[in-house]
């Protein structure tokens, strides 16, 4: 048996990645991730400025990086996206699904509206997108790897004070999502897995960790007494998009210091 060399399982090289919700938080920690190991990265996003700042972030690492605007919220606008992607890349090798929406209300005033914006861009747009990618890129050539980014909200309820009902119902479905898609499509040599970050200083929870008392309150909660970095999703990104983790598929990790452990996740 002539097995490959650690580096090499992990190496990128050659490999095109495209990233949605890529323009800063977690989205452009998965990008730097895949850039790094050799990937080249097409970043999506709704606003083009952060887009062209995130690219030359990207870029001023070494990372072959470029980006397209494009809301996921929608059919006409993900659909789009899939298309300009594979113009400009040809194929896709990893699809990461990182696009997503939150909302607080309480479940009986939550505003249908509101629910439907969280749900069109949390899971449709990952449905829409990755169904394209796959139909036009990944089955004919029988590989690849996608991504999605749930949660640990969708692997057990909240406590009360927290009322973001919509959101945990469509990481949820994010979560089933990514274990029915691998079983029908591992057969075509697709691999899809996801991950389920903890508390990440980032937009969507500024507000929500200010209520709980802050990064440090919140810290104080975890097993490992700490919050996620700019770091702590660069292992699992890659080793579910390298051939480090060929055999990997149908798997939802929680990458949260250890929260959902006594929480029950």
Same mark, same amino acid.
């Not at 090289?13 to 890529?22: R, S, V």
């Given at each position: 048996?002539?097995?490959?060399?650690?580096?090499?399982?992990?190496?990128?090289?050659?490999?095109?990645?495209?990233?949605? @919700? @890529?323009?800063?938080?977690l989205g452009l920690q998965i990008a730097h991730s895949l850039g790094e190991a050799g990937a080249t990265v097409l970043l999506s996003a709704r606003k083009q400025d952060e887009l062209d700042q995130a690219v030359a972030e990207l870029k001023a690492a070494?990372?072959?990086?470029?980006?397209?605007?494009?809301?996921?919220?929608?059919?006409?606008?993900?659909?789009?996206?899939?298309?300009?992607?594979?113009?400009?890349?040809?194929?896709?090798?990893?699809?990461v699904n990182n696009a997503g929406a939150s909302w607080g209300a309480p479940a009986e005033d939550h505003p249908i509206e509101a629910w439907d914006k969280v749900m069109n861009l949390n899971i449709r747009g990952i449905f829409v997108l990755s169904q394209a990618i796959g139909k036009a890129s990944m089955i004919p050539r029988k590989t690849g790897s996608i991504i999605s980014v749930a949660?640990?909200? @969708?692997?057990?309820?909240?406590?009360?004070?927290?009322k973001t009902i919509a959101y945990n119902t469509s990481k949820g479905a994010v979560v089933n999502?990514?274990?029915?898609?691998?079983?029908?499509?591992?057969?075509?040599?697709?691999?899809?897995?996801?991950?389920?970050?903890?508390f990440f200083p980032s937009k969507m929870t500024k507000g929500l960790m200010a209520s709980m008392g802050g990064p440090d309150?919140?810290?104080?909660?975890?097993?490992?007494?700490?919050?996620?970095d700019d770091?702590?999703?660069? @292992?699992?990104?890659?080793?579910?998009?390298?051939?480090a983790g060929k055999h990997i598929t149908g798997q939802i990790l929680a990458v949260d210091g250890g929260v959902s452990v006594v929480t029950g996740g």
């Open positions: 048996m002539n097995a490959r060399n650690i580096k090499a399982l992990f190496d990128l090289t050659g490999k095109k990645a495209l990233i949605t @919700g @890529g323009s800063r938080g070494g990372i072959n990086a470029s980006a397209i605007a494009a809301d996921c919220g929608t059919v006409e606008g993900t659909t789009a996206l899939a298309t300009a992607a594979l113009k400009q890349l040809g194929d896709v090798d990893i699809l949660s640990i909200a @969708g692997l057990a309820g909240n406590p009360p004070f927290m999502f990514t274990r029915t898609l691998a079983a029908e499509w591992g057969q075509f040599g697709i691999r899809v897995n996801a991950i389920a970050p903890g309150a919140l810290a104080k909660t975890t097993p490992l007494l700490r919050i996620g770091e702590d999703l660069k @292992g699992i990104a890659l080793l579910f998009a390298s051939d």
